[in-house]
């Protein structure tokens, strides 16, 4: 029979054996190999995390500078009532195609307001548009001899509309008016409206769609969609 003390101090002797090996540094084959591991792992880490991050960013971040957005075609039928359009700005509608990095594209209707003016009169009624203090707009303003607005409100991003008595944008939400030359003349929104870019192509007119920052006094481009 063997004695119990002997047994328990066997037993301490192979336990602090085993924990030990955890503290020693082990050979130089098992270095090599745990930081070959470390390395790999840190790469893979790194691979997986840039490849989730690209799209991701992609995503996010607006396209800035002119031309970085597509352009949508307003109808013939649209187009014409822009160019007989007088003092009374005219409501345009037309079809955005929305591209979203991970969602299939998508048709929306959307609408502009077009006005029939000069460069001369919009650089005296907005020179805010002109001036460059980071709220001037980088395409022509007046093209054609008309300016296009987004119909979203600068203040919280409501659709105006326009009241023929009043000659006049109105805001249903929170009351502030514009002018025709969408300069702002009452109510909280901090800046005038947002001009679109507009041009022709082969007999057709075409915008593009703009989302500008709400309640800033700059104008600073959110995002760009065609
Ligand atoms: S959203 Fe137009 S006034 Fe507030």
Redesign the pocket.
Known sequence: MSDPSVDTARAQAAKRKILSAYDEPGTHDEITRRTFMANATLAMSGIIGLGLAIPIIGAILPHGGEGAGTWAPLSPSEWKSLQAATEKPVQLSFTLKSKDAYLPPQSINEFVWGIKTTDEKMRKARPDLFTSKGAEVPYPVVNMGFVIFSPI??????R?DYSADQNKFL??????QYTREGAHIA???PRGLDPLPLRERSGAAEVTWIRYA?STPSRIVVSYTS
């Open positions: 409100c600068p203040h919280l991003g409501c105006f805001c249903p939400c929170h009351g502030s109510g909280p929104a709400q």
